[in-house]
């Protein structure tokens, strides 16, 4: 169990809290002040925790210490907002530390890791604060069950030092007999999936209205996930897979299944799986307080089409609610996820967030065997089940629906007159030109907080990961107008050809382009050659953001350290670039630039955490990008166009690029 203290303070060195008697769980008041001093041993610091009155917890503590805990079961989100308030509410750090600290032994841990990690993200006088990488804290949520009793037994028997990492096999979790296997690397990557649970934390669907109000929120959601699914299906076509199909027949078994190999720390029990061809169903489980139909997702799912069609919702009160063409998209978002902004949750309901319960609860419906909830379940694990994508094709497939029915982008809308594209090129070091390299590389992290073993010291596990060759883009840009312009460069990826290897339409390749890039360039008049490296990308954190080492006896990093809670958000540095083959996968590379007059927001992006901001917003700022999400592919195409060739405006340009995969192994240079 995580037995560090959660709250760090910033510089830190190894603390110990020296707590009033009364705030000591009940099973350790008899040991009092010894407890303290037990622990203080090795302590550089020593903090007295002041005592205050401390609000009550009430429903808070029915979720007992060795339950599981998911956002997506109504009343585990509402006892979440409760305690998410009691941290927001204290006066000052010290009530906060306070109360934490007597929250500490009586909450359940998720819980608590979760609504302290949102209060310390939100709080002003919290900006500084670290947290401890997630991974960090809970590695039972990302890491083979296995390892913890190899773990165990090396932080017994070896001394630190001579410790060599525990090295996760690259298949665990199937065989290649399951053709979604060949997926795994993707599903069950440790920085995608740190990457969507920081997602959901940056952007929690209930909690105080300040907190979840964020700019643009909706459409995020909508974007976020559409480009989940957009790299999915690119990497799925990359192993000789078809798309992800719509789970959209409620009733149809799900011919998937998923064996998680996880164990609870915390529950002290094993994740449930699912065998194939499980169909969902009516929900009654009085533990959770949970009592769904399967026929409501139907019914909700209908009323948002109709919204859709109608080009209006409905609130509460019987108000018209217009799906602007502006910020249709946003509504939508909060309505389909749902989140507190919903326009009307009793009417349209709590579709996507439910369709998660329902498939995490397939295998216990009504509690007879004391189950709880399988990966999908958790934000935290759910992107390891082949599941979560048809799930969110089917989303996705919703908002498409309502993208449809926006007017399409004109060719006035799409040009920048007087700039052209000339020419694109990708650059590898020792390689060829327009040539994307892959490979397998091991890193390694360190486990050790979130054990409770004795002796201490690092535990290190090895995970294989894909990886890219570094690369750079070469852009040349003609600006034949009468002076200086700007502009956004936007760059996406997607695959050349579709699964029976013909030639898109673009309505369909539209889906299937990942963003990579996008950035502001200054135009000069005559000829402007642009160079952007791959690290500088706009959706990406870097490598040692997701791999970070976070040793306690180490001087903090600064900056960076400090403000991991929102900077974990973003998508993993090694995964951006999909996997392609060996043969090499043929792609299309496309670059525009769009006139920074219709793109700008005007607000300094300067300071922290405006490294991932396409697909996470800028802490505390406006969404950095004035056109709609996923622009220009986010609208079907102007008449005439069936082809990217057809679409394509002077001021964008396609290249023929490759993705070669090799199958050999880089390994760590630090540890043996
Ligand atoms: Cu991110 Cu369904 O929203 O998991």
Known sequence: RPREPVFIAKGSKKAVFSVPNEYL????????????????EDADERIDVKKISIPPFGEILELSRDENFSLFIPK?????????????????????????????????????????????????DTQDVDLPSFIESFPDKYVDAKVFAQAREQ?????????????????????????EHRLAYFREDLGINLHHWHWHLVYPFEAAREVVAKNRRGELFYYMHQQIIARYNFERLCNKLKRATRFNDFKQAIQEAYFPKLDSLVASRSWPARVGNQRLKDLNREVDQIKQDVDDLKRWSDRIYAAIHQGSATDERGRKIELTENEGIDILGNM???????????????????????????????????????????????????????????????????????????????????????????????GSANTLNTFWQQSDVDMSRGMDFQPRGSVFVRFTHLQHQP?????????????NRKGTCRIFIAPKLDERGNPWLYRDQKNMFVELDKFTVNLKQGQNNITRASSQSSVTIPFERTF???DLNRPQGGEELAQFNFCGCGWPQHMLIPKGTPEGMPCQLFVMISNYEDDKVNQST????????????????????????????DRMPRNGV???????????????????????????KSRN
């Open 471 to 483: 690369f750079t883009y070469k852009i040349t840009v003609k600006n034949s107008s009468n002076g």
């Open 155 to 179: 932080a017994t028997v070896v001394p630190e030092g001579s410790r060599a990492p525990i090295e996760i096999p690259k298949d665990y979790t199937a065989s290649d007999l399951e053709e």
């Open 25 to 40: 769980a009940d099973k350790y008041k008899p040991l009092g002040v010894a407890l303290t001093n037990r622990f203080g």
């Open 76 to 124: 585990h989100r509402r006892i979440a907002g409760r305690l998410i308030d009691i941290f927001l509410g204290m006066r000052n750090v010290d009530d906060l530390v306070s109360v934490a600290v007597y929250a500490r032994d009586r909450v359940n841990p998720y819980l608590f890791n979760y609504a302290l990690s949102v209060a310390i993200l939100h709080r002003p």
């Open 548 to 550: 970070r080492n976070l």
């Open 642 to 668: 069936d082809t990217l060739q057809q679409f394509l405006t002077s001021n964008m340009r396609v290249q023929d690029v490759t993705i070669k995969f090799t199958n050999r192994t880089v390994r760590p």
């Open 336 to 430: 389909i996820e749902s989140s507190i902004l919903s326009p009307n949750r009793t009417f349209y309901g709590d579709m996507h967030n439910m369709g998660h319960v329902f498939i995490s609860y397939v295998h216990d419906p009504d509690h007879r065997h004391l189950e709880s909830f399988g990966v999908m379940g958790d934000s935290a694990t759910a992107m390891r089940d082949p599941i979560f994508y048809r799930w969110h094709s089917y989303i996705d497939d919703i908002f498409q629906e309502y993208k449809a029915t926006l007017p399409r982008y004109t060719e006035n809308q799409l040009n920048f007159p007087g700039v052209t594209v000339s020419k694109v090129e990708i650059q590898v070091q020792g």
């Open 606 to 633: 300067e300071g922290v955490c405006n490294d991932a901001g396409s697909y996470c917003g800028i802490k505390d700022k406006l969404y950095p990008d004035r056109r709609s999400m996923g622009y220009p592919f």
